[in-house]
Nanobody, 124 residues
Framework: QVQLVESGGGLVQAGGSLRLSCAVS????????MGWFRQAPGKEREFVAG????????DYADSVKGRFTISRDDAKNTVALQMDSLKPEDTAVYYC?????????????????WGQGTQVTVSS
């Protein structure tokens, strides 16, 4: 079955960096668009970044543009999220997800497989 396992979360001070990784198995990874989402306490899950099946198209939420970088390694079946210049408002549980189609979308219902999430906490 499809499995997505996130890692790399933790506690960091504002201005610091973290790198999240998502290991994917049970599917042909190179055929799939992948996304990162996050959910803060009391808030709805929101799109963070997405990368197309071939890495040719990338999209970011306005709140993270210029600070976060999404990438994929098809040889290792992983998708990563490099997070720099972190802010307290980036505190959330971060999830990776597999897109249903080829296009990147910011709507979570367009993703059909999810990891268990990894906690990111940014202190001020």
């Amino acid at each position: 079955q499809v499995q997505l396992v996130e890692s790399g979360g933790g506690l960091v001070q504002a201005g610091g960096s973290l790198r999240l990784s998502c290991a994917v198995s049970g599917l042909t990874f190179s055929w799939n668009t992948m996304g990162w989402f996050r959910q803060a306490p009391g808030k709805e899950r929101e799109f963070v970044a997405g990368i197309s099946w071939n890495g040719g198209w990338i999209d970011y939420a306005d709140s993270v543009k210029g600070r976060f970088t999404i990438s994929r390694d098809d040889a290792k079946n992983t998708v990563a999220l490099q997070m720099d210049s972190l802010k307290p408002e980036d505190t959330a549980v971060y999830y990776c997800a597999r897109g249903r189609g080829l296009a990147i979308t910011q709507y979570d219902y367009q993703y059909d497989a999810w990891g268990q999430g990894t906690q990111v906490t940014v202190s001020s």
